[in-house]
């Protein structure tokens, strides 16, 4: 009996079609033994999959793309006694495994044969997103010149011939491409029947099962079924083809639900990589009301887009986009078994399916429909439902008239009592909800009362915040809006509603919301227990309170909102437990949002944590540019200081109190030290304000933008100073020669090589044209950041939103630009890049030089390295660069550029030990680059057990004192550490910001409870808190880079809270000091600072100049709150102990010991004024700060006197 294997990528649920094939072999009297594997067969190293290999009479592979799994086949197929081995619709490496007779692909590579490139050459026009759909064509174009191929080519004709019928994916054709595989290869005397065509597109009636041909002839059939009626929505269905023939139940529950809600359905099936074609010809010529995809992958390409994520998405885009109605992504889990799916949550490979090649293409929504069980694709029917919610609700929204629309915008207040009520990161978020008003007005939306002025809003948001005016919900509403299953488990945690927190009586909720007719303006409420962040921090089962679940049910089934905005970076819905994508009914992201259109304000550079509103919230994300930028310059006594450099060494210290003079120094050295630390102060950029949404930047405050970006390596340029210096210029004209390019070429249109020629009196610099272009196509799109408010008009009338790569404008340039995009991520597969890779070791290699200069030239053992995912994406790999580095590795890219491994650099080559690294990843790394993660641990792991010298690899050291300590092998090769799946944050920053903590020591406990995770591999995120003491314990340097101007240290908690505690862990680990250290790659140099040193420069440079000061002052409410978080996140640096006293005391002296500024504060936003005194209490008591007795007196007199007026407020009210 012949034995045919057969390895089938990402279909793991064909269990039934293979049953139904060995039965039609069995009733035709075949002897034959069929034995099926899939791709996961080859991850886990399958024994029984490399015996049946060894032992095959044929081999068929068909779908596998992974290299490590194309590496894997070929070393078992090298011993392997099969007659054949059939590959198709895999990477170059599989397809070089062909071997059918005389069949080979050409030198190993596998190429398509000649033949099919020039016919599609000749076919495809130029379309390049034809070409993959082309070939299939060919493919059965070619088949009916079979009976012309010669015998010597018997072994092609087999191969074309195999393939045609595996292209037919019934259980009859397979059969019969069985028995053609016994004929042809094992001279099996058999009769094999013709090959029975089903079209590779076309529509069907999920019912009945016939086939159309197009569009028109299923609506024709469709109308005399009465299942189309004139002016009845109509949604697309696109399924794909081999699932169709195949009768699985998921599609016809679909299409048989949206038909239940009222809807017509248009049910087309492509084989995959049809789909654009469907889009072009067929759908953008049809009044569709929505597109849902049961496909994933991208438009262009389906399938075989995964082995290029992103290389079509402007295509795709140009043809959704004439379309024009909402996206939505709808897709059972190809290659998950449903219980691991309610365990983990979305496999890797899968989220890219799912999730990132559809973001590119600009998707709306994505919602899981089932996974496999007893090897079967089933649906679930709440997730049928929620796709259809999601699918109805912008139907809705896109038929409804404005003035009928009810729209609600969340804003945010957390924590409450610290005047951030109607704030967000980067955004002025009163003066951009007035703006929204005003232009919806416009629009014809009913906006009632609501307030058209900032102030006044503001004024209404305060007041919301404190009670006033907020709206008591019934308990018996709230009942009635919530689940029964919803309502226990909230219940189970909270007790009886109302509750204790927020309760408006004993039979009521208070919800801090406007209603203004048809506009809702709420405050999302705090997700835990206000003044008690641990309990939310420690308990797993945690469920929303009972205000929380109010809110959200209140917009959704109470006020019954047709969209919700959340206006700005970022909310805490997204964030809530439950899986990391791919969310279930038990998810409460998917309980809180349902299917109600949700729209999400945020920043165009962080991709990262938009993903996460979009794959946990089901947010259309459209992103808003960031505030301008600014020089620091001097300013007060360091503008005095210049004039001044003559001075003596005591007067400059007393200045500079941060720069005291070395004790081997000459006066004359310090004077140069002094003269080079005021130009970086004079030099550094700042933000300039805050962003208004659907406001673009005056062209004169673009400029400081387009300065540094020109000096950022880009499209395999060097920047532009870096280019003048190689050219020979001179240092002191370098500066006036950019000066000149920028104002008179790219602010100014003069002709470059003309300025050029004038000024710098030499030969042309190559590729001017191209960096004045690169600035003009900055200011162009800064200028068409004016289109946000468009985007979010066009999406609130159901319309579908471009998407974009969601970048820095100082490193991406004009890609980054215009914001009103639909922002998303980066491919993973190729993280990090060739520039970032260099970027990255050059960090390694100052923080390696910075570590022995400053402990007798003794090697950093160990690295703890805090990385974001925000960050890689923005520079597109340097953390994972730096690691490399630091570790001695390069990454390994497949025939397709794919990076599938990253492998040792010989320690003969590297030159010096291998460090080892503690990678503490953020919660949105972990979910966004799992692949990533698999091979960084695969990478520590053989690292780790190589066989080297423990002198040489301090990896293997650690790992064998570990294993010495009676550690495991998977213990003591972890080196991947992050929170519980379905958890985020570190949950530092936010018992700092409450106040709640007692000691250091109880935030490191904090960090080791939450962060003690390993991820990576086959870890699943079980927890190692030992594991990751032992590690902490081997720590020398803590490590981060700060990628972009606007989240530096002062500006955020989250530094603080991830590399800040990881100092503070290892420093109690140890016993003994550990240095931390940041590098700021934003600009075209790296600098390295430690963290005390950058918070000096950052103190001057920003928190205490008037440039950054006034320019947030000027956004009223909103720019007082930044200031008030500024002094938030002194106090969080001075827990980690990285502030001089100065900065405390300037901070006191400049914004609340001055009575001026301090009214100023106060009258723009009280409880921000509040905050920033009682931090400088906090910090004193704390003993951060050593403030004397009467400066102590005097801020707690005016703690007082702001509480009390404060308070007088609220009881006026």
């Known amino acids: 009996m012949a034995t045919l294997t057969f390895v089938v990528g990402i279909e793991r649920f064909n269990a039934g079609i293979w049953g139904e094939v060995e039965r039609r072999l069995a009733a035709a009297g075949v002897a034959a033994k069929l034995r099926i594997f899939n791709d996961a067969h080859i991850d886990r190293d399958d024994a029984t999959l490399a015996a049946a290999l060894a032992d095959s009479d044929i081999v068929f592979v068909s779908l596998i793309n992974m290299r490590a799994q194309a590496d894997w086949l070929a070393a078992k197929l090298a011993a392997s006694r099969a007659a054949a081995v059939f590959a198709y619709e895999s990477m170059p490496e599989v397809m070089a495994l062909t071997r059918v007779g005389e069949h080979r692909f050409k030198e190993k590579k596998g190429e398509a044969p000649k033949v099919f490139k020039l016919l599609m050459r000749l076919v495809?026009?130029?379309?390049?997103?034809?070409?993959?759909?082309?070939?299939?064509?060919?493919?059965?174009?070619?088949?009916?010149?079979?009976?012309?191929?010669?015998?010597?080519?018997?072994?092609?004709?087999?191969?074309?011939?195999?393939?045609?019928?595996?292209?037919?994916?019934?259980?009859?054709?397979?059969?019969?491409?069985?028995?053609?595989?016994?004929?042809?290869?094992?001279?099996?005397?058999?009769?094999?029947?013709?090959?029975?065509?089903?079209?590779?597109?076309?529509?069907?009636?999920?019912?009945?099962?016939?086939?159309?041909?197009?569009?028109?002839?299923?609506?024709?059939?469709?109308?005399?079924?009465?299942?189309?009626?004139?002016?009845?929505?109509?949604?697309?269905?696109?399924?794909?083809?081999?699932?169709?023939?195949?009768?699985?139940?998921?599609?016809?529950?679909?299409?048989?639900?949206?038909?239940?809600?009222?809807?017509?359905?248009?049910?087309?099936?492509?084989?995959?990589?049809?789909?654009?074609?469907?889009?072009?010809?067929?759908?953008?010529?049809?009044?569709?009301?929505?597109?849902?995809?049961?496909?994933?992958?991208?438009?262009?390409?389906?399938?075989?887009?995964?082995?290029?994520?992103?290389?079509?998405?402007?295509?795709?885009?140009?043809?959704?986009a004439k379309m024009d109605v909402p996206y939505v992504v709808a897709q059972p889990l190809l290659m998950q078994e449903e219980h691991e799916w309610h365990e983990r949550g979305v496999h890797a490979m899968q989220s890219v399916v799912m999730y990132d090649l559809p973001e590119m293409d600009g998707v709306a929504s994505t919602v899981a429909l089932g996974a496999i069980r007893d090897g079967e694709l089933t649906a679930v029917p709440d997730r049928i439902a929620r796709a259809i919610d999601q699918v109805e609700g912008w139907i809705r929204l896109r038929r409804k008239p404005a003035a009928e629309r009810r729209i609600a915008l969340v804003l945010y207040d957390f924590p409450p009592g610290l005047g951030k009520a109607g704030t967000a990161a980067l955004l002025d978020v009163p003066a951009s909800v007035v703006a929204l008003l005003r232009r919806l007005r416009e629009e014809g939306y009913s906006i009632g009362r609501a307030p058209l002025e900032a102030e006044e809003l503001t004024r209404r948001l305060a007041a919301l915040a404190s009670g006033e005016g907020s709206h008591p919900l019934p308990v018996s509403e709230y009942r009635r809006l919530l689940s029964a299953k919803t309502a226990d488990r909230i219940e189970r945690q909270w007790g009886q509603a109302p509750g204790d927190i927020a309760a408006a009586g004993r039979d009521a909720i208070r919800l801090d919301t406007l209603d203004f007719g048809n506009i809702l303006i709420g405050l999302q409420p705090s997700m835990g227990t206000p003044g008690d962040p641990m309990k939310l921090l420690f308990d797993k089962s945690f469920a929303p309170h009972h205000q929380y679940a109010a809110f959200y049910a209140h917009l959704r089934g109470g006020w019954q909102a047709d969209a919700i905005i959340h206006v700005g970076m970022h909310g805490t819905v997204e964030w809530m437990p439950g899986l990391q994508g791919a969310l279930t009914a038990d998810c409460w992201p998917d309980v809180m949002m349902g299917g109600v259109p949700h729209l999400y304000l945020y920043p165009l550079n962080n991709p990262a944590e938009a993903s996460i509103a979009r794959r946990r919230s089901y947010a259309t994300v459209i992103s808003h540019a960031v505030p301008p930028y600014a020089r620091a310059g001097l300013y007060k006594q360091l503008a005095?200081?210049?004039?001044?450099?003559?001075?003596?060494?005591?007067?400059?210290?007393?200045?500079?109190?941060?720069?005291?003079?070395?004790?081997?120094?000459?006066?004359?050295?310090?004077?140069?030290?002094?003269?080079?630390?005021?130009?970086?102060?004079?030099?550094?950029?700042?933000?300039?304000?805050?962003?208004?949404?659907?406001?673009?930047?005056?062209?004169?405050?673009?400029?400081?933008?387009?300065?540094?970006?020109?000096?950022?390596?880009?499209?395999?340029?060097?920047?532009?100073?870096?280019?003048?210096?190689?050219?020979?210029?001179?240092?002191?004209?370098?500066?006036?020669?950019?000066?000149?390019?920028?104002?008179?070429?790219?602010?100014?249109?003069?002709?470059?090589?003309?300025?050029?020629?004038?000024?710098?009196?030499?030969?042309?610099?190559?590729?001017?044209?191209?960096?004045?272009?690169?600035?003009?196509?900055?200011v162009t799109g800064l200028g068409r950041c004016g289109e946000e408010l468009d985007a979010l008009v066009h999406a609130l009338d159901g319309g579908y939103v471009r998407p974009a790569y969601g970048a820095d404008p100082v490193r991406s340039g004009a890609a980054a630009l215009p914001s009103g995009r639909n922002i998303h991520g980066i491919d993973p597969w190729r993280l990090p890049t060739d520039l970032a890779l260099e970027r990255g070791r050059k960090m390694a290699s100052l923080l390696i030089d910075r570590h022995r200069a400053t402990h007798d030239g003794a090697w950093p053992r160990t690295v703890a390295q805090a990385l974001w995912a925000m960050d890689t994406i923005k520079s597109e790999g340097e953390g994972l660069g730096v690691l490399l580095g630091l570790v001695g590795a390069e990454p390994v890219r497949d025939g397709q550029g794919k990076i599938f491994s990253y492998q040792l650099i010989p320690l003969e080559q590297l030159g010096r030990p291998r460090i080892d690294v503690l990678l503490d990843v953020s919660s949105v790394f972990r979910d966004t680059f799992q692949m990533t993660l698999d091979l960084l641990d695969d990478l520590f792991r053989r690292a780790a057990l190589a066989d080297e010298s423990p002198e040489q690899n301090f990896l293997r050291a650690n790992a064998d004192a570990m294993l010495a300590a009676g550690r495991s092998r998977e213990e003591a090769t972890a080196r991947i550490f992050t929170q519980a799946p379905g958890l985020y944050g570190t949950g530092v920053d936010e018992v700092i910001e409450e106040s709640q903590w007692n000691d250091t020591e109880q935030l490191t406990d904090l960090y080791h409870h939450r962060n003690s995770h390993t991820t990576g591999g086959p870890r699943n995120g079980a927890a190692a808190p030992e594991v990751l003491r032992s590690m902490l314990g081997t720590v020398d340097h803590v490590f981060q880079a700060i990628d972009s101007v606007e989240y530096g240290l002062t500006d955020m908690s989250h530094y603080y809270g991830h590399s800040g505690v990881i100092q503070m862990a290892a420093t109690r680990q140890r016993g003994t000091g550990v240095a931390l250290s940041y590098a700021e790659s934003f600009t075209g140099d790296v600098r390295l600072d430690d963290a005390a040193g950058l918070l000096r420069i950052e103190a001057r440079s920003k928190f205490l100049n008037p440039k950054w000061y006034e320019s947030m002052l000027a956004h009223g409410h909103a720019g007082a709150a930044e200031i008030g978080n500024r002094f938030t996140h002194l106090v969080g640096w001075g827990a980690v102990g990285s502030v001089d006293q100065w900065v405390f005391q300037d901070a006191a002296a400049t914004f609340v010991l001055d009575d001026t500024m301090r009214r100023r504060l106060e009258a723009l936003n009280p409880a921000a004024a509040r905050n920033a005194v009682s931090r400088l209490i906090e910090a004193n008591g704390r003993g951060m700060w050593q403030a004397d007795d009467a400066t102590l007196a005097r801020l707690q007199e005016l703690y007082a006197d702001i509480e009390d007026r404060l308070e007088g407020v609220e009881v006026a009210a």
């Open 124 to 320: 495809t026009r130029g379309r390049d997103e034809d070409a993959l759909y082309t070939y299939t064509k060919l493919v059965k174009v070619a088949s009916k010149m079979l009976p012309l191929i010669p015998k010597k080519l018997a072994g092609f004709r087999t191969w074309l011939g195999v393939n045609l019928y595996w292209n037919q994916p019934d259980a009859a054709n397979i059969t019969e491409m069985v028995k053609l595989i016994l004929r042809d290869v094992l001279d099996q005397p058999l009769d094999v029947a013709p090959v029975a065509i089903i079209p590779t597109m076309g529509c069907w009636d999920p019912r009945g099962g016939e086939f159309f041909a197009d569009p028109d002839a299923y609506l024709k059939w469709a109308r005399k079924q009465g299942r189309y009626k004139k002016g009845q929505p109509l949604v697309a269905v696109l399924g794909i083809r081999k699932h169709v023939v195949q009768r699985l139940s998921y599609l016809r529950e679909l299409i048989e639900g949206l038909e239940a809600r009222g809807f017509a359905v248009l049910p087309v099936f492509v084989s995959g990589i049809e789909a654009h074609v469907a889009v072009r010809e067929w759908f953008a010529e049809l009044p569709l009301d929505a597109f849902v995809s049961t496909m994933g992958f991208s438009i262009v390409g389906g399938p075989a887009s995964s082995t290029k994520p992103g290389h079509y998405h402007e295509t795709a885009s140009d043809l959704l």
């Open 640 to 778: 005095q200081l210049r004039n001044r450099l003559d001075d003596a060494a005591d007067e400059l210290e007393g200045a500079l109190p941060e720069l005291p003079r070395l004790a081997d120094e000459t006066l004359a050295q310090y004077h140069q030290r002094v003269a080079a630390h005021l130009q970086l102060l004079e030099q550094r950029l700042i933000l300039d304000g805050l962003h208004v949404f659907g406001s673009a930047p005056e062209r004169t405050r673009a400029r400081a933008l387009v300065e540094a970006a020109m000096d950022i390596p880009r499209n395999g340029l060097p920047g532009l100073a870096s280019a003048m210096h190689s050219q020979g210029v001179e240092a002191a004209q370098i500066a006036m020669l950019r000066d000149a390019l920028i104002d008179r070429c790219i602010m100014g249109r003069e002709d470059p090589q003309r300025v050029w020629s004038a000024l710098a009196k030499q030969a042309p610099l190559p590729n001017l044209s191209a960096y004045i272009n690169e600035g003009r196509g900055i």
